[in-house]
C-alpha cells in the first residue's frame, strides 16, 4: 500500500496529507519548510472579530497590550509567521488583510513580533508602510482599566485631551516621527465638539477594557515600540493622575466647590503632562 506523506499546519497543527498543504518557506527556520491548511491559508474573520484571548503572564505592572496591523499585502508567508503566533487574520475593506494580535501581558512578546513584521515587510510579505494603514495599539490593565473608569475618563475627554491633540495638531512632522503618520480622518483630533464614543477619535474610549490609540502606525520595529512606550507612560499619567483620585473628596473647599470641580482640575493637570511626555519622546 502505498503511504502518502503528512504533516501539520503550523496554524492548527492539524496533520493532512502534503498534497492537501500549502508549503511556506519559514523566515526563522533557515528555510526549512512549513504548512498551512487551506482553511488558515485563506480565511478572514470578520471586521468586528474581537481577540480575546491572552498571551504571556501577568505583569507587575499590570499593563496588556493588543496590535491591530493592517497590510496592503499579504502572503503565505505572513500568515505562517503571524498565525502560529496566535495572530487572527480579519477582513477590513479599507486594506487587504488586518490581523488582531492576542492580548499581551507585557511587552517582550509584542517587541519580537513587530521585529517579524519588519522581516516580512522588508521581503514584501506584508505592507504595513502603505498610506491606508495603521496599526492601531490597544493599551489595557488588569487593575485601572474596565468599564467604571474607561467612564470616568469619557466623562473627562475634552479636559484630559484636547491640548494634547492641539499640539500634535500643531507638529504634525513630530507626530509621523514618533507615530508613524500624523492625525487623519482615520484617527482624528479631539475638539470640543468630539463625542467621547466616537470611533475615529485618535484616542479612541469605546470599549471598556482598553484604550485604543488609533495613530500608531508601524514603519519599522524600533519606531512602533518607541510609540508604544510612550502610550504607555501616558496611560501610567492618566491612571495615576486622574484615575486613581476620581472619587477623592475635595481637601480645599473654597477652590473646588463640589467634585465635577476637582475632577475637571486633575484631568487638566494630567493634560498638560500628556503633552510633556509626547514631547518628551518626540524629541528623543
Same mark, same amino acid.
Not at 497543527?13 to 526563522?28: A, G, R, S
Not at 466616537?198 to 524600533?222: G, M, P, S, W, Y
Not at 477652590?255 to 500628556?274: D, F, G, I, P, V
Given at each position: 500500500?502505498?503511504?502518502?506523506?503528512?504533516?501539520?499546519?503550523?496554524?492548527?497543527? $492539524?496533520?493532512?496529507?502534503?498534497?492537501?498543504?500549502?508549503? $511556506?518557506?519559514?523566515?526563522?527556520?533557515?528555510?526549512?519548510?512549513?504548512?498551512?491548511?487551506?482553511?488558515?491559508?485563506?480565511?478572514?474573520?470578520?471586521?468586528?472579530?474581537?481577540?480575546?484571548? &491572552?498571551?504571556?503572564?501577568? =505583569?507587575?505592572?499590570?499593563?496588556?497590550?493588543?496590535?491591530?496591523?493592517?497590510?496592503?499585502?499579504?502572503?503565505?508567508?505572513?500568515?505562517?509567521?503571524?498565525?502560529?503566533?496566535?495572530? $487572527?487574520?480579519?477582513?477590513?475593506?479599507?486594506?487587504?488583510?488586518?490581523? *488582531?494580535?492576542?492580548?499581551?501581558?507585557?511587552?517582550?512578546? %509584542?517587541? *519580537?513580533?513587530?521585529?517579524?513584521?519588519?522581516?516580512?515587510?522588508?521581503?514584501?510579505?506584508?505592507?504595513?508602510?502603505?498610506?491606508?494603514?495603521?496599526?492601531?495599539? !490597544?493599551?489595557?490593565?488588569?487593575?485601572? /482599566?474596565?468599564?467604571?473608569?474607561?467612564?470616568? /475618563?469619557?466623562?473627562?475627554?475634552?479636559?484630559?485631551? /484636547?491640548?494634547?491633540?492641539?499640539?500634535?495638531?500643531?507638529?504634525?512632522?513630530?507626530?509621523?516621527?514618533?507615530?508613524?503618520?500624523?492625525?487623519?480622518?482615520?484617527?482624528?483630533?479631539?475638539?470640543?465638539?468630539?463625542?467621547?464614543?466616537?470611533?475615529?477619535?485618535?484616542?479612541?474610549?469605546?470599549?471598556?477594557?482598553? /484604550?485604543? &490609540?488609533?495613530?500608531?502606525? &508601524?514603519?519599522?520595529?524600533?519606531?512602533?515600540?518607541?510609540?508604544?512606550?510612550?502610550?504607555?507612560?501616558?496611560?501610567?499619567?492618566?491612571?495615576?493622575?486622574?484615575?486613581?483620585? &476620581? !472619587?477623592?473628596?475635595? *481637601?480645599?473647599?473654597?477652590?473646588?466647590?463640589? =467634585?465635577?470641580?476637582?475632577?475637571?482640575?486633575?484631568?487638566?493637570?494630567?493634560?498638560? *503632562? %500628556? $503633552?510633556?511626555?509626547?514631547?518628551?519622546?518626540?524629541?528623543?
Amino acid at each position: 500500500m502505498l503511504l502518502t506523506a503528512k504533516c501539520a499546519c503550523a496554524t492548527c497543527n $492539524v496533520t493532512l496529507p502534503i498534497h492537501c498543504m500549502i508549503k $511556506v518557506e519559514k523566515n526563522n527556520r533557515g528555510g526549512a519548510a512549513a504548512y498551512l491548511c487551506s482553511y488558515h491559508a485563506t480565511r478572514q474573520e470578520g471586521y468586528s472579530y474581537e481577540h480575546d484571548r &491572552f498571551s504571556g503572564k501577568e =505583569k507587575a505592572h499590570g499593563f496588556t497590550y493588543g496590535i491591530e496591523a493592517e497590510s496592503m499585502a499579504d502572503s503565505d508567508r505572513a500568515r505562517m509567521e503571524l498565525q502560529s503566533r496566535d495572530f $487572527v487574520a480579519t477582513s477590513d475593506y479599507t486594506v487587504r488583510v488586518e490581523y *488582531k494580535s492576542p492580548i499581551f501581558y507585557g511587552l517582550n512578546a %509584542l517587541s *519580537k513580533d513587530c521585529t517579524t513584521i519588519q522581516t516580512l515587510n522588508t521581503n514584501h510579505e506584508l505592507d504595513t508602510i502603505h498610506p491606508n494603514c495603521g496599526m492601531h495599539l !490597544n493599551i489595557g490593565h488588569v487593575e485601572y /482599566i474596565n468599564a467604571r473608569t474607561v467612564d470616568y /475618563i469619557r466623562r473627562f475627554c475634552h479636559s484630559l485631551f /484636547i491640548p494634547l491633540s492641539n499640539y500634535m495638531t500643531a507638529h504634525p512632522e513630530e507626530v509621523e516621527q514618533l507615530f508613524g503618520r500624523s492625525l487623519n480622518r482615520w484617527a482624528e483630533p479631539y475638539t470640543e465638539w468630539s463625542d467621547a464614543d466616537d470611533h475615529t477619535n485618535f484616542i479612541n474610549l469605546q470599549h471598556n477594557n482598553r /484604550i485604543e &490609540f488609533r495613530v500608531c502606525k &508601524f514603519i519599522n520595529a524600533k519606531q512602533y515600540i518607541n510609540a508604544t512606550k510612550c502610550a504607555t507612560e501616558m496611560m501610567t499619567a492618566i491612571i495615576n493622575n486622574f484615575v486613581k483620585h &476620581f !472619587n477623592d473628596q475635595p *481637601k480645599d473647599s473654597r477652590r473646588y466647590s463640589n =467634585k465635577t470641580e476637582y475632577r475637571k482640575h486633575k484631568a487638566e493637570m494630567t493634560a498638560a *503632562k %500628556l $503633552v510633556k511626555i509626547f514631547k518628551k519622546y518626540a524629541e528623543a
